[in-house]
């Protein structure tokens, strides 16, 4: 998910590179009337280096945000035949390997069990995800116990994808509503029940009710994107009700801000959609946790609200350019890109929020450091207030205020993007730190010569 808020801004910068570039080449071109001249030949031609950037960025994030679960879905349909006459019995049988290897923890085994995984050509989400997770282990050395009960429930999931699709295939007809739509998304989403079951069967013996609750509500919140394009619905029809009601009734001044509506309106109906999907849930019921969840639904509820304000926020403040202005590129192009600047990043900020909760509540071998509770939480949130405050204080010019907020909000995101370079290859092993590691290598290499002798 972070990864993903990343690609958003990286995208954002791309984005207003190319059209501020090409504005201001445009601009200087009208205003100087040195069209055709030497400098506009040379520097004209670097309009298609960044447009060619742009669109680098653009295609694999918009299919990866908003087609990548459609093109999944199409591409498990392709390809159903084959996984049901073969696909699907060698991914079982490779997970059942991986559980008996799991069991010996032989970590040369294991490596090569993951091996034999990147030749399966059946690998739904859930199984990637907890190889992938395995993987960190096994670079780092890690006991892998851990992963024996989480890889029979990949087992169990795997058997019982491959029965409903043999059942629909003997007798023709799928064994729920929007069969194919429920078979794809089970195998490339990470919203999917089964990757929710694959971190659910970790030992939650472990942790206390309000880490469970935090657990189960942070992986409820992968499917909370399905919410918000269903909100869509009710919240077009009620803005194309009220809104021009609202129009008449209000002052000029007041009709800027009728796209309040809109968002927060979304925001509404996403968080009741959802709200009501998981805290009908009978398995949550079940076990009583019902009560932990409401903590963590009220600040990831609150958190997107604060998302969807930013967004109206943002989009008031473009309102107010005038785009058909005649002659007034040079007035606007600046006021343009600093409200819209604030308009992503401000809302990156809260989703970067939202992402880390996600990442790190999903999965009890996650922990929250003090860095990552910096980094992904409160310099987030203290940003985000900041540029708010700028960009609406009254005696601050409307430029002037967007110029601090994108200042305060790009000082963060470049900041994000080298901490962790700068950390990971400026820190180092202390001495002591150096000696007990490589003490335990050691011994370790002795105990794998002695089990290859024997």
Not at 236 to 263: K, V
Not at 281 to 289: A, D, E, L, T
Request: proline share 2%; with cysteine.
């Amino acid at each position: 998910m972070r990864s993903i808020t990343r690609k958003i801004v990286l995208l954002f910068v791309s984005f207003v590179l190319y059209f501020g570039y090409s504005s201001w080449l445009a601009i200087q071109t009208q205003n100087s009337n040195i069209e055709g001249s030497l400098l506009i030949v040379i520097l004209d031609p670097l309009r298609l280096v960044l447009f060619g950037g742009v669109i680098a960025l653009f295609i694999p994030l918009i299919k990866s945000l908003f087609f990548g679960t459609i093109i999944g879905i199409k591409n498990y349909i392709n390809v159903r035949k084959n996984n049901i006459l073969f696909n699907f019995e060698k991914t079982i049988n490779f997970a059942l390997s991986l559980k008996k290897n799991l069991i010996k923890q032989d970590l040369n085994v294991l490596k090569n069990s993951y091996a034999e995984y990147q030749a399966l050509s059946f690998k739904p989400a859930f199984l990637s995800t907890m190889m992938e997770e395995i993987a960190e282990e096994l670079i780092k050395e890690n006991n892998t116990s851990n992963f024996i009960s989480p890889c029979q429930t990949v087992i169990n999931s795997l058997n019982e994808m491959y029965n409903k699709e043999r059942i629909t295939i003997k007798f023709g007809k799928g064994s729920e509503i929007f069969f194919d739509f429920k078979r794809g998304y089970d195998y490339i989403s990470i919203g999917s029940k089964y990757n929710i079951a694959y971190y659910n069967s970790f030992d939650n013996n472990l942790l206390s009710k309000t880490k469970l609750g935090w657990k189960l509500f942070s992986l409820e919140m992968f499917k909370f994107y399905f919410y918000l394009i269903l909100a869509l619905i009710p919240t077009t029809i009620i803005s194309a009700i009220i809104s021009p009601i609202l129009i008449t009734n209000l002052n000029d001044g007041f009709s800027n801000y009728i796209q309040f509506l809109f968002f927060l309106t979304l925001a509404f109906f996403s968080i009741l959609f959802h709200c009501i999907f998981v805290f009908s849930k009978k398995s949550y019921h079940k076990i009583k946790i019902l009560k932990q969840m409401i903590g963590p639904a009220i600040i990831y509820y609150f958190l997107i609200i604060l998302m969807m304000l930013s967004f109206s926020i943002g989009w008031s403040h473009m309102s107010d350019i005038n785009f058909l202005e005649p002659n007034a590129a040079n007035d606007y192009i600046w006021s343009f890109f600093f409200k819209l600047g604030y308009l992503i990043l401000s809302s990156c900020l809260v989703l970067y929020i939202i992402s880390t909760l996600m990442d790190y509540n999903k999965n009890i071998k996650n922990k929250f450091s003090l860095k990552i509770v910096i980094d992904g939480i409160v310099l987030p949130f203290v940003s985000w207030i900041a540029a708010t405050i700028f960009i609406n204080i009254n005696y601050i010019t409307t430029i002037e205020g967007s110029k601090i907020s994108l200042i305060i909000l790009g000082v963060f995101w470049l900041y994000l993007s080298i901490s962790g370079l700068l950390i990971n290859n400026l820190s180092i092993l202390s001495k002591k730190q150096k000696a007990i590691l490589l003490k335990n290598l050691q011994d370790e290499n002795k105990k794998l010569e002695e089990k290859q002798a024997k």
